[in-house]
């Protein structure tokens, strides 16, 4: 039996170890990464192809070196949380390596409930 069998699970598109995003399979346009994503790997959206828009949970610490890199049609970043909650990601050299004209919209409540 294989301890690894169950180690890699897909969604919408993303293949995921933990609560990392390590891998993207082509041919999926909107992509949302699972609530409790804490990062990006190295190369994960590396040529998405035809993926135009991405929305992140507020839950994201990490984006690994050119995890976007050669993204020629992802146009927007959807990210659930604050644009302090944005900066405050932890984003290595190179995160956003040719990342083409692309808008990052924080769509997260500054207000206190």
Same mark, same amino acid.
């Given at each position: 039996?294989?301890?690894?069998?169950?180690?890699?699970? *897909?969604? +919408?598109?993303?293949?995921?170890? !933990?609560?990392? =995003?390590?891998?993207?399979?082509?041919?999926?346009?909107?992509?949302?990464?699972?609530?409790?994503?804490?990062?990006?790997?190295?190369?994960?959206?590396?040529?998405?192809?035809?993926?135009?828009?991405?929305? *992140?949970? +507020?839950?994201?610490?990490?984006? !690994?070196?050119? =995890?976007?890199?050669?993204?020629?049609?992802?146009?927007?970043?959807?990210?659930?949380?604050?644009?302090?909650?944005?900066?405050?990601?932890?984003?290595?050299?190179?995160?956003?390596?040719?990342?083409?004209?692309?808008?990052?919209?924080?769509?997260?409540?500054?207000?206190?409930?």
């Amino acid at each position: 039996m294989n301890s690894c069998t169950n180690l890699v699970q *897909i969604e +919408n598109g993303v293949c995921y170890v !933990g609560n990392w =995003a390590v891998d993207f399979k082509r041919g999926v346009v909107d992509v949302a990464l699972r609530e409790g994503t804490v990062g990006i790997a190295y190369w994960t959206f590396e040529n998405p192809g035809a993926m135009e828009t991405l929305t *992140i949970p +507020n839950s994201l610490k990490h984006i !690994g070196e050119r =995890a976007f890199s050669d993204t020629v049609c992802l146009k927007q970043i959807i990210f659930e949380g604050t644009q302090e909650e944005w900066d405050a990601i932890h984003k290595t050299e190179n995160w956003d390596d040719r990342l083409y004209n692309v808008v990052v919209t924080c769509i997260g409540s500054t207000e206190k409930e």
